[in-house]
């Protein structure tokens, strides 16, 4: 997630200097051959214009539909953070009294079960854009902590041994995480340690972690529909690569007349580029949000919540060695 104020005008032309290079020599191309007396090169306008009605129409939708995707992802992980500080504070007040040192094992479950979850929802997938060289250099300005360490280690400082072999040996370690959370409550539950009012308020919310859980992996493993998503490719690029050849006549006949005459169809180039610049960047920043858990600058900060959780709930069993809140590098925070 970007924390400041807005992504620089420099970040901009860095981070889209590519699509630049490639859109400038689009433009050159036709240009220069029209300049040549390649007069036939130019097309009419008009239905150019209404492909790019067409595109923006798709654009807007795609951009929307990653927008409310990245908005869901956020909205789950609010719900997560909301339910652990109720999970936490029920908990201790319900099983304190009984056994304090079974709530300090179920809270550190739980940081667990965050630590695997958002490890499992960083896991690359096919339709993803991290593995894009335009991403993977934007990436060297911030710290993904899932790429850089490992789940077994961070598990560690959460869980027993022989509970750490148990759980690295499942496929879904969060999901198995808070079945054996279920399976202590049931325990105390049997033991006399919780009432029925009890079991079932604390009950109720694990069963609104796996809600939450149900709905990030869903997002996380049902990519942006692949029809839509091709396209919306598609009429972008048909329409970057006829933009140019469609405005030759238009800025050649704006010199007719003038001391300008035949030198403003140069003004061709920069114009197409602006034009064409605009409809890419503009798909290129919808496709940089519609994964929200893939590690790119404007993902939900999974890593952040789960700290910022992690250090409340300690704070509840009045601890002292809290761990330190995880502030943004570069204004990128995750």
């Not at 029920?90 to 958002?118: C, G, P, Q």
């Not at 990436?139 to 560690?156: A, F, N, Q, V």
Request: hydrophobic share 40%; with cysteine; net charge neutral.
């Amino acid at each position: 997630m970007h924390s400041g104020k807005r992504f620089g005008a420099l970040e901009f032309a860095v981070w889209t200097r590519r699509s630049i290079y490639v859109l400038t020599l689009l433009s050159a191309v036709p240009t220069v051959l029209y300049y040549c007396g390649w007069t036939f090169v130019s097309f009419p306008w008009q239905p150019i214009a209404i492909m790019g009605t067409a595109v923006a129409f798709i654009v807007g939708f795609k951009n929307n539909a990653s927008y409310s995707r990245l908005w869901e992802a956020r909205q789950i992980y609010g719900a997560v953070i909301n339910d652990s500080r109720s999970f936490g504070y029920i908990l201790r007040d319900s099983l304190s009294l009984n056994n304090s040192n079974k709530v300090k094992e179920m809270f550190s479950r739980h940081y667990a079960w965050l630590t695997a979850l958002r490890f499992q929802l960083r896991e690359p997938r096919a339709w993803e854009n991290m593995n894009t060289v335009q991403f993977e250099e934007y990436s060297k300005k911030y710290e993904i902590p899932e790429r850089t360490s490992r789940l077994e280690d961070e598990l560690k400082k959460y869980l027993s041994e022989n509970e750490l072999q148990y759980i690295l040996g499942k496929k879904n370690r969060a999901t198995q995480l808070m079945a054996e959370q279920s399976k202590e409550l049931s325990e105390a539950y049997k033991n006399g340690e919780i009432n029925d009012f009890q079991w079932t308020q604390i009950n109720q919310q694990l069963v609104k972690f796996t809600d939450s859980q149900g709905k990030a992996e869903r997002i996380k493993n049902f990519p942006y529909p692949r029809n839509f998503s091709s396209i919306t490719t598609y009429l972008l690029l048909l329409f970057i690569i006829f933009v140019p050849f469609g405005l030759l006549k238009e800025f050649d006949k704006v010199g007719d007349g003038t001391f300008f005459e035949g030198y403003t169809l140069w003004f061709n180039i920069p114009f197409s580029l602006l034009v064409t610049w605009c409809f890419h960047t503009l798909d290129s920043v919808g496709e940089s949000s519609v994964n929200p858990f893939e590690g790119s600058p404007n993902d939900v900060p999974i890593t952040q919540i789960s700290r910022t959780i992690e250090i409340d709930m300690r704070d509840m069993l009045d601890e002292k060695d809290l761990p330190p809140a995880i502030t943004p590098k570069n204004n990128i925070v995750m």
